[in-house]
């Protein structure tokens, strides 16, 4: 069983494009969720944390529906420098983050 | 700005043989964790360790697998017996304490790339 599932893409946009990744978790007691980032070859890194209200960071928003579990990612005005694989992740137990496979994103000038 | 960081980036040896992945976590964090990843798959959880002791572990995290942190800095992966399958990038990650306002976050080092043949 996956407790994080994405679909692994890849998404290939223009520049300026806007783009939604999906997300759905299977473990009803995960606690906290998050979007980290992952360069070709390269450490994970935090994104953005993602809240049920919904949370914007710049051209970032993430949406959480709890009752649905399923979590979502918005990047408008798409720049080159957002080609990346994209994890969704969710938190639960001591503290242990449990990833997605990843959404690879490519950005077209 | 404080970093994890981990050798040997990367690290050959042959099947059967040990091998132990090192990792310094950031200093005031309390929380640290293996992750492995396959190369074009999930990054996965090994272990947490927190208070000089394993948390929780993984169905990957076998006898053949241990961690130490044998002197206040330095936080240990040891593969005792390698096998085939056990080649990934490791990844060491640490966290800080949790508390009302902790994010999750984790930060990860660079990896230690683990070649078997």
């Known amino acids: 069983r996956k407790e994080v599932e994405q679909d692994p893409g890849p998404f290939n946009v223009p520049e300026g494009a806007t783009v939604a990744f999906n997300c759905t978790y299977s473990?009803?007691?995960?606690?906290?969720f998050f979007w980290y980032r992952q360069d070709c070859r390269k450490e994970p890194k935090l994104l953005m944390s993602?809240?049920?209200s919904g949370n914007e960071d710049g051209r970032f928003t993430a949406q959480l529906n709890r009752a649905s579990q399923y979590i979502s990612l918005l990047i408008r005005d798409s720049k080159l420098s957002d080609s990346a694989t994209y994890l969704c992740?969710?938190?639960?137990?001591?503290?242990?983050?449990?990833f997605g496979t990843g959404t690879r994103l490519t950005v077209i000038p | 700005e404080p970093e994890v960081t981990q050798t040997p980036s990367h690290q050959v040896t042959q099947m059967g043989q040990e091998v132990i992945l090192r990792c310094v976590p950031i200093?005031?964090?309390?929380?640290f964790y293996w992750y492995r990843q396959i190369l074009g798959q999930k990054v996965e959880f090994l272990v947490s360790?927190?208070?000089?002791?394993?948390?929780?572990k993984s169905e990957i995290f076998d006898d053949q697998f241990s961690v130490e942190r044998p002197d206040g800095s330095n936080f240990t992966l040891k593969i005792r017996s390698t096998k085939l399958e056990d080649s990934a990038m490791y990844f060491c990650?640490?966290?800080?304490?949790?508390?009302?306002?902790?994010?999750?976050?984790?930060?990860f080092g660079e990896g230690s790339r683990l070649t078997v043949l």
């Open positions: 990650a640490s966290g800080q304490e949790m508390a009302r306002r902790n994010t999750g976050e984790l930060f």
């Open positions: 473990n009803s007691a995960s606690q906290s």
């Open positions: 993602v809240y049920s």
């Open positions: 992740v969710a938190r639960s137990g001591a503290n242990n983050l449990f």
């Open positions: 200093s005031n964090h309390l929380y």
């Open positions: 360790f927190y208070n000089n002791e394993i948390s929780e």
